[in-house]
Every structure is written in structure tokens, then in C-alpha cells.
């Protein structure tokens, strides 16, 4: 059976106590130092991941304000090329209106010259054939200035010979 001496018994209680201190004063000091080193530099990456996710959170929602602001901002630019092409259509419009409405005055004008024109060339040919008429007629000749004057006041008065 198994022998049990108190003095080895003491020896190996004496022997555990002195590794145990010695082992707690160089070996537990140093391993919980760098278990704690460990600790502080995983909070550290922890905290340092932290502020860079709260980093890129701020960077996202600058990028949608930005992104938003330039939507917004395309919208105004195209609302405003639609109120100046809208602008200068009316005025392209209202310009040739008023070159058509300038164009028009201009001709109905030329028309009422020409028309004058013609009827005075008409008044001239009938006051021709009218002197030719009754000088044949009269069978006299008489002074073509006359006649003229004389034709010309007749369709003056209209035509009427009272």
C-alpha cells in the first residue's frame, strides 16, 4: 500500500508554496502585464475600428448630403435651361410676329404704291385714248398739253361730268 510520510508530505506543501510565490513573483507579473498589454491593444484596435466606422458613417452621409445637393442642384439647372429655352422661344416667337406683322405692313404698302402706280399709268392710257377719241372726233388737233390738262382734271372730278 501506499506509504504516506508527513515530512514528504511537508516537503512537497513547503516545495508547491515556493514554486507558486516564485513562479507569482517572475512569471504571473510578467504574463499578466502582457495579458493586460494584450487586453489595452485589443480595446485600442477596438476603439481606433470604432472611430473609423463612425468616420465612414459621417463620410456616407456627407456623400448623400453632396450626392443630394447635386441631385437637387441638376434639377434647378435643367428647370432653369427649360425656363430660358421656354423664355427665348416666346421671344424668337414674338419677334417673328412682329418681323411677319413689319413684313406685311411693308408689302401691303408696296401693294398700295404699285396700285397708284398702275392707276395713274391707267389714268394716263384712258386720258391717251380719250384725246385720241375725240380727236378723232373733232378732227382737230389740239395742243397735247391741253388735252392732258383737260383729261386729267375730268378723272380728278371722278370721272363726272357735270
Not at 13 to 41: D, P
Not at 96 to 109: F, I, P, R, V
Not at 116 to 142: M, R
Amino acid at each position: 500500500m501506499l506509504d504516506f510520510d508527513i515530512w514528504t508530505v511537508i516537503f512537497s506543501v513547503i516545495n508547491i508554496l515556493v514554486l507558486f510565490f516564485f513562479l507569482k513573483k517572475f512569471l504571473f507579473g510578467r504574463v499578466n502585464a502582457m495579458l493586460e498589454k494584450r487586453a489595452s491593444m485589443v480595446q485600442a484596435d477596438l476603439d481606433e475600428a470604432k472611430q473609423r466606422i463612425e468616420e465612414a458613417e459621417a463620410l456616407k452621409k456627407n456623400y448623400k448630403e453632396t450626392l443630394s445637393n447635386a441631385k437637387d442642384e441638376a434639377r434647378q439647372i435643367v428647370a432653369d435651361a427649360q425656363q430660358m429655352v421656354y423664355t427665348q422661344s416666346n421671344e424668337i416667337t414674338t419677334a417673328a410676329q412682329q418681323e411677319a406683322a413689319q413684313m406685311l405692313s411693308k408689302a401691303q404698302k408696296q401693294i398700295a404704291l404699285e396700285r397708284q402706280e398702275f392707276l395713274l399709268d391707267v389714268q394716263g392710257e384712258i386720258a391717251d385714248l380719250a384725246l385720241a377719241a375725240a380727236s378723232k372726233l373733232l378732227e382737230e388737233q389740239l395742243d397735247d398739253e391741253k388735252n392732258r390738262a383737260l383729261v386729267n382734271a375730268f378723272l380728278s372730278e371722278g370721272g363726272d361730268p357735270s
